[in-house]
């Protein structure tokens, strides 16, 4: 399905998105299944190479077209029947998975920084686990910086584009918390160091689920030992471990040396919150202390 999807043109796979999306919605008495984890991020840090890792779970259940939905964040104008159109139909998700149950679950990198998207699935969700993927946010933000550029989200150099964030992105927050419904580019695709602050985000779905709905992984330690970290997630969401697995990087940027001050800068600024962030995560982070 993969394979094909991937031949077939961007526009078309679009228009199919949508007619399967609205059959799916305004047919009546269709049963689907339901998430029972989403993978909220973060950006940049190995969400699709855990996405595809799920996905040879023989009980997990993929959405019927992009791993990430993005109902929580940037569509939830759409409503919930939009959103569980979204996921295979009941009877189907349980042939292919049988004779055990299945998992489903979606994974959109935007709900971790999102200012709304927690509240929305504290209340939408209340028993949802949720899976977090961390990385050294040093590293994150000049990646997100790389990635962002090459789409053409981003003009800036590096270093400029670190001293414009606070000027660019701390206004669209506020027009965001004002406004539900407010779509923020800028806050999407500019906010390099901040969506690196992790421990703020964790917080705020903490603050409206129990911290054990919460799972948290370093992306290091999932790239060092793959089956070991997945045997943890499987744990935690109840599923076997599997005997083999096959996990490596994907959508990775080609590699280009950070600018000796921004390293600096960014490496004293997330430093003063490891201790924290650490703390909460219950072990220590597995990337450079910047001293």
Same mark, same amino acid.
């Given at each position: 399905?993969? #394979? ?12 199919? /998105? ?7 919605? +305004? ?10 984890? $989403? ?31 993005? *109902? ?5 104008? /759409?409503?919930?029947?939009? *959103? ?19 998992? %489903? ?19 939408? $969700? ?7 993927? +961390? ?63 992790? $421990? ?17 992984? *370093? ?13 943890? +997630? ?7 471990? +599997? ?24 490496? #004293? ?15 220590? %982070? ?6």
């Amino acid at each position: 399905m993969t #394979a094909l999807r991937q031949r077939v043109p961007a526009p078309l796979q679009r228009v199919g /998105r949508q007619v399967y999306v609205e059959t799916g919605r +305004l047919v009546p008495g269709l049963q689907r299944v339901q998430p029972q984890f $989403l993978l909220i991020g973060g950006q940049r840090c190995g969400t699709t190479s855990l996405f595809r890792a799920l996905m040879q779970h023989p009980r997990v259940i993929r959405p019927s077209f992009h791993k990430g939905i993005n *109902y929580f964040d940037v569509s939830y104008h /759409r409503g919930p029947e939009w *959103y569980a159109a979204h996921f295979p139909l009941q009877r189907r998700a349980e042939a292919s998975t049988s004779p055990e149950s299945p998992v %489903a679950f979606e994974a959109s990198g935007y709900y971790m920084f999102h200012p709304w998207a927690a509240e929305r699935i504290a209340a939408d $969700l209340p028993d949802i686990k949720l899976v977090a993927l +961390l990385r050294d946010p040093v590293e994150r933000a000049y990646s997100a910086w790389k990635h962002e550029h090459a789409r053409g989200f981003e003009t800036a150099s590096f270093e400029d584009a670190l001293e414009l964030e606070d000027g660019r992105v701390r206004p669209e927050v506020t027009r965001m918390r004002k406004d539900p419904g407010y779509y923020s580019a800028v806050h999407r695709h500019q906010a390099y160091r901040g969506r690196g602050e992790y $421990l703020d985000q964790l917080r705020r779905y903490t603050s409206l689920l129990s911290r054990d709905q919460l799972y948290v992984m *370093y992306s290091e330690d999932f790239f060092r030992d793959p089956r070991g970290e997945f045997s943890g +997630l499987c744990s935690f969401l109840g599923i076997d471990p +599997l005997d083999t697995l096959e996990a490596k990087q994907y959508n990775a940027r080609p590699s280009a040396s950070m600018p000796a001050a921004a390293r600096s800068r960014l490496s #004293a600024h997330f430093a003063e919150g490891r201790g924290a962030l650490e703390e909460f995560v219950g072990r220590p %982070a597995p990337w450079p202390t910047g001293d």
